[in-house]
Every structure is written in structure tokens, then in C-alpha cells.
């Protein structure tokens, strides 16, 4: 099937070459697409009113895995085949969340602060017991790098399924069953009702005495509160977290003083690696939906993921 693709904000010179080159007709938004792509997260544009416009478009490609903020216009076409960038910025996220891991372990935030010597301190990896919470390619690939550390892995997500790499795999009414005295909490899950704040102080009071959280997933599954309170009576040995709630994380927020909790700005994934990125997964599902074969990354307009 030749698809008629309107790209929203716009394609770079490669991704309109790599659709050409597999029969796509770039189109704008008044030539009746049979296919809308978003281009750029956080672009300005309003998604429901192409869609209004084009009953025809089947496919909808959006460009993060993280989709809670496509959720209603979603919900408002669910006829449509909607696709995500799921797994498509698993190694760059995954890799961050083990270097947020270790800053947290290791007191790097502590050292990065200090105009003196100072006392030792820090934690190794090595052995810990760590909980992943996620189903998706950055769990996964959480997972694979803790491996390479000895670790003991708990993976919480939807079913039961082992993920390759974990010892083993809970579903979310395990949750705080498997926190009890662990010594890393791995999050990398999506925003959903039944995710949104799953982290809260019961949860982060089972941990175990100087245990870490590192996040790269949603930073609405956790209450922020509870962390700040973790942290400050030292419950908690470290934080690293590459999204808050609320984010951006404002000016004088009691998070950026806290020693103990290292903040990078929602870059776990930067522009300059995503672009190649989801320009492979774009052209992937194109071709896959043109041959009739699934497309990765299919996103339930019901659910938001």
C-alpha cells in the first residue's frame, strides 16, 4: 500500500529521501494523507484537528514513547493504528539510568559540590538487589546493565512474562512485596491512572536503609513529596532523576538543594541521538504498514500506551 504522508512539523532531507525511496507521497495536510507523522516532540500543532480533517488517515506515528500527552486525541480516534517510538531510545535512556544509578550509589552529586577533601563514601552495584519497574525497551535494557554488575533484578510490569536478563518478573499488585529491602529502584514505566504516583512513601519506606531510586521514565510516578522527605531524613542514600513532577523542576524547589539527588534536565535522550533514531523507526513502520507487516511500537488509543 502507497501511503500518503503528511509530516508534522516538517522531515528532515533524510526521512523524506527514505519515504520516497519506499513509495510515500509527501503531502500536506489539505492533500488528503492516508498518514500523519509527528516529527518533533513537543511541537505545537494541533493533532485532533488534522485528524477531524482527514477521516481517511489510518496511521499515526508519534515521536516519543512516552504518549500521555497524545492521550486524548487518541482516545478520540481510537479507529486509527497509532504508533509509538517505544524502544526505539531504549540504549541512550537505559545508559542513563545506569550512570543516574551509580551517581546516586557512588555520591557523585556530594563530590560535584564539594570545595574539600572530604570523608569517604559510596556504594558499589556489585551484588545489590535491584526492582525495575517497566515493560518496555529502556526496562529491558535497565536490565541488561545492571546484569553486567551481579546484580539480583525484580522486573514489575504488566504480566508475568520474564523480561531476558531479570531474575524475575512480578506483575504491579507485587510491587510492594518485591520493594521490601531492596537496594535500587529502577523506574523507566509509563504514565498511566493506575502508574501515576505508585512510588510514595510506603513504598520508598520499604526499601532498604541507604537504598537509591533512579528514574527515567514518567516523573509522575513518583510523589515528589515522599522523595524529598526520603532524601532529606537520609532514608534514601541518593536520588538521580531525569524527570520530575512538576517539570521543568522550578527555581527554589527544595530537590535542587538536597545533596543527595542529582537532577539532569529531561536529556536522557537528546535531540542529537533521537533524530537518527526515530527517523529508523519511521521509515521501519512505513515500510512494515506498505507490506503488509505489523508496525512496532502499536499504541492503545484506550489505554495511552
Not at 33 to 62: C, D, H, R, Y
Not at 179 to 186: N, P, R
Not at 281 to 304: K, M, Q, S
Request: a negative charge.
Amino acid at each position: 500500500m502507497t501511503h500518503r504522508i503528511h509530516l508534522m512539523p516538517g522531515g528532515d532531507e533524510e526521512l523524506i529521501a527514505g519515504l520516497k525511496d519506499q513509495g510515500a507521497e509527501i503531502v500536506g495536510a489539505d492533500e488528503r494523507p492516508t498518514g500523519v507523522v509527528v516529527t518533533k516532540m513537543f511541537a505545537e500543532f494541533n493533532l485532533g484537528e488534522i485528524l477531524e480533517a482527514n477521516p481517511q488517515v489510518s496511521w499515526v506515528q508519534l515521536p516519543s514513547a512516552g504518549i500521555e500527552a497524545y492521550s486524548q486525541v487518541m482516545s478520540e480516534h481510537p479507529d486509527r493504528t497509532w504508533t509509538s517510538a517505544k524502544g526505539a531510545y531504549a540504549r541512550p535512556v537505559g545508559e542513563h539510568g545506569l550512570l543516574l544509578t551509580l551517581a546516586a550509589l557512588r555520591m557523585v552529586t556530594v563530590r560535584a559540590r564539594a570545595t574539600s577533601w572530604g570523608a569517604e563514601g559510596g556504594i558499589s552495584l556489585n551484588g545489590l538487589r535491584c526492582v525495575v519497574v517497566g515493560a518496555g525497551g529502556v526496562a529491558a535494557e535497565m536490565v541488561r546493565l545492571y546484569r553486567a554488575f551481579d546484580t539480583h533484578i525484580t522486573v514489575v510490569r504488566r504480566t508475568e512474562a520474564l523480561l531476558e536478563g531479570a531474575d524475575e518478573t512480578v506483575t504491579f499488585d507485587r510491587l510492594d512485596e518485591v520493594l521490601e529491602g531492596a537496594d535500587v529502584l529502577g523506574l523507566a514505566a509509563a504514565v498511566t491512572p493506575a502508574t501515576e504516583k505508585m512510588i510514595g512513601r510506603r513504598q520508598l519506606d520499604l526499601l532498604a536503609d541507604g537504598a537509591v531510586l533512579a528514574n527515567v521514565g514518567r516523573g509522575r510516578l513518583v510523589d515528589t513529596d515522599a522523595l524529598v522527605e526520603a532524601l532529606e531524613s537520609g532514608r534514601l542514600l541518593g536520588a538521580g532523576l531525569d524527570v520530575t513532577d512538576p517539570e521543568p523542576l522550578p527555581e527554589g524547589h527544595p530537590l535542587w538543594s538536597l545533596d543527595n539527588c542529582l537532577i539532569t534536565p529531561h536529556t536522557a535522550d537528546t535531540m542529537e541521538m533521537v533524530v537518527p533514531l526515530l527517523r529508523s523507526r519511521i521509515l521501519e513502520n512505513h515500510r512494515r504498514l506498505r507490506d503488509g507487516e505489523p508496525p512496532i511500537g502499536v499504541a492503545d488509543p484506550i489505554n495511552g500506551y
